[in-house]
């Protein structure tokens, strides 16, 4: 058989490698509470409760019991990919063939993860893998929302101003991330700091400039509908993200003389502090 000699952890890996480096807003999500990925496993997210300062005076103090919270990220989405190839086990013997099938994956794969990650923002990210359920239900979406008057520079600066202000009135005092689109980004521009020629693990991250302490990120992956593009002000702990790639494998083709391969990747989303996203709509 053709396909004995499938590397598929190779595969796989090299998959799941490229589409860390290749996420823009996956990136910037925590990945901390990832675990086993599999279809329709929850994963637990404990949060610890603040204790209350109190005024000392000499006397006994009082001791609080510590209150927990428990939010639930639901792996809930599932995408795959399947092309044919002539001969895998020859193809894997030609240096560069491998990585560039790997690559026509990981770019479809990467692209559909980004996507939903801007959705999500957007209250636009549907709760169930069925994308032809007929009652369509979405997961819950930023609940910090502020709308541009306009969409010329003067109009989009106040609104990330705003939104960066929204964040600090929550306590979010550390660097952030803006997420813009392409468009936003040319006019919205001059107000970047640029960023030193030698800084390529931020070029590398896909950052093209920085604005009030905060990365900025041009991508085409934020939500957009017929009036609006959604853009996000954030931390990189407003979003939790756990996915992986749970199967790739090869095959032999039924009817033709080649063989396939193909794989799974499973991943679920969640907005689990809402003080530290803002979702800033720009008019189209």
Not at 56 to 76: A, C, P, R
């Amino acid at each position: 058989m053709s396909v004995q000699y499938f590397q598929q952890t190779i595969w796989s890996k090299k998959i799941q490698d490229d589409l860390e480096e290749k996420c823009k807003l996956v990136q910037d999500c925590t990945r901390e509470y990832e675990g086993d990925c599999k279809y329709a496993n929850t994963v637990r997210i404990l949060a610890v409760g603040d204790p209350t300062i109190g005024n000392y005076t000499g006397k006994d103090i009082n001791i609080e019991e510590m209150t927990d919270s428990m939010q639930e990220l639901k792996i809930d989405v599932q995408k795959y990919f399947a092309f044919e190839v002539k001969d895998v086990d020859k193809a894997q013997s030609v240096p560069g063939l491998p990585e560039k099938y790997q690559q026509k994956a990981m770019r479809k794969l990467a692209l559909t993860r980004e996507k939903f990650i801007g959705a999500l923002v957007a209250g636009k990210a549907q709760a169930s893998n069925d994308e032809e359920a007929k009652n369509t239900t979405y997961k819950e979406g930023a609940t910090h929302v502020i709308t541009a008057a306009g969409k010329t520079q003067a109009n989009i600066k106040t609104a990330l101003d705003d939104a960066i202000i929204m964040l600090r009135e929550n306590n979010f005092d550390d660097a952030g991330i803006i997420e813009i689109d392409p468009r936003t980004y040319k006019t919205f521009k001059d107000n970047l700091i640029e960023l030193k020629t030698a800084n390529d693990e931020l070029i590398k991250r896909g950052v093209v400039g920085q604005y009030d302490n905060y990365d900025v990120k041009s991508t085409n992956n934020v939500y957009r509908d017929e009036t609006h593009v959604y853009c996000i002000v954030r931390s990189n702990m407003a979003i939790a993200f756990a996915g992986q790639i749970n199967e790739v494998e090869a095959g032999r083709m039924e009817k033709r003389f080649s063989d396939y391969v193909r794989g799974l990747d499973t991943y679920g989303a969640k907005i689990i502090s809402q003080d530290e996203l803002v979702c800033v709509k720009i008019p189209l």
